[in-house]
């Protein structure tokens, strides 16, 4: 993803204004369903990345397919958080490129992500960027500031092949992941956003997502 590419996305995760709900529940986000997904916002970078709603068993989920394409989908709500709020959703995906140097512009692509955006100010220079992702290649837990920006950090969940082709859930206490990225005690969200890229490489990912909730 091109350097005006992120930052065109952070900016319009945190560029509308809405009314706070009175607490964090799992309503706050819409779910990946015919009529949920109507409340998602799309964004295209390079190229169209394929987001569908499909039915595995009795369960609909989301289904992204990147052809060496860069788009994403992003829900703008302030949401407020405390020290017990968790994100929690689950991901699955069918490959990776095992050797793309995630730390640089030229690999910055990956099956999954989830965007977190916390803000430090009015103006969109001020916005942060938390980004879970199935890493390619990098260890579990491994973290690095975006090549582009350092106003995004990169926290590898997932990696490599261990679990291709399998659901995998994550539960973040969102306050803790925040902290541990900005040094900073945030108290509300902007935005959530979802991507998966392969313009860099020009490789073809196919991923799912598995609705995203938040809860006290």
């Not at 958080?81 to 995630?102: G, H, M, Y």
Request: aromatic share 14%; charged share 20%; net charge negative.
């Amino acid at each position: 993803m091109t350097t005006l590419h992120l930052a065109t996305f952070s900016i319009l995760l945190t560029f509308l204004t809405t009314t706070l709900p009175a607490q964090a529940v799992a309503t706050d986000i819409p779910k990946f369903d015919p009529s949920g997904i109507n409340q998602w916002q799309s964004e295209s970078f390079s190229g169209n990345s394929q987001y569908a709603i499909i039915t595995e068993g009795d369960n609909e989920i989301l289904e992204a397919r990147s052809d060496g394409s860069a788009s994403g989908l992003f829900f703008k709500k302030k949401i407020p958080i405390n020290d017990n709020t968790t994100l929690n959703w689950r991901w699955k995906i069918s490959k990776v490129w095992p050797t793309a140097t995630e730390t640089t512009k030229a690999g910055d692509d990956f099956p999954a992500r989830v965007y977190i955006v916390v803000s430090d100010g009015p103006f969109f220079w001020q916005k942060r960027t938390l980004v879970y992702v199935w890493s390619n290649n990098q260890p579990v837990n491994t973290t690095w500031l975006n090549a582009y920006t350092d106003r995004a950090y990169m926290w590898a969940l997932d990696s490599g092949t261990t679990d291709l082709g399998q659901w995998v859930d994550h539960n973040r206490n969102i306050q803790n992941d925040l902290k541990a990225a900005f040094g900073e005690i945030y108290t509300e969200l902007e935005a959530i956003a979802i991507m998966t890229d392969s313009d860099n490489g020009g490789q073809s990912y196919l991923s799912w997502y598995d609705d995203i909730q938040l809860f006290e």
